[in-house]
């Protein structure tokens, strides 16, 4: 089966009628490459880039009750400390012993990445 991007660069279009149709070389290959950039941006992993401040905002708004002591909270420095949230590698996040394991995403300290990973949810069953 061909590819949209290879029918595009192939010169020949037809309609829906499947009456040929004449279109711009340049108009078919400035298409295909559109349709290319899109299908690459689509496969980065996604990212999200939080403040302790806004997870905790997001916390207290899906129902935890939390304590609000001096000497439970971050202080407010600690509070604008950012936590980047990923998917998870392909290649899952390594244990102490070396074994792979595989969750939905994973989070990491955004100014401090070489301190690992923290998995987000439970780990997933892997068949890779």
Do not use: W
């Amino acid at each position: 089966m061909l590819e949209l991007t290879d029918v595009l660069r192939g010169g020949r279009q037809c309609d829906e009628d499947g009456v040929e149709i004449i279109m711009s070389r340049e108009a078919c290959h400035v298409a295909a490459d559109e349709i290319e950039r899109l299908r690459t941006e689509n496969k980065r992993p996604k990212e999200l880039t939080l403040t302790v401040a806004e997870i905790y905002d997001l916390a207290c708004a899906a129902g935890f009750t939390i304590n609000q002591g001096k000497m439970f909270m971050p202080d407010a420095d600690e509070m604008e400390t950012e936590i980047t949230i990923i998917d998870c590698p392909a290649g899952g996040v390594l244990d102490d012993d070396g074994k792979a394991t595989h969750y939905e995403h994973v989070a990491y300290l955004t100014e401090y990445p070489e301190e690992g990973t923290f998995p987000l949810g439970g780990e997933l069953a892997h068949n890779g």
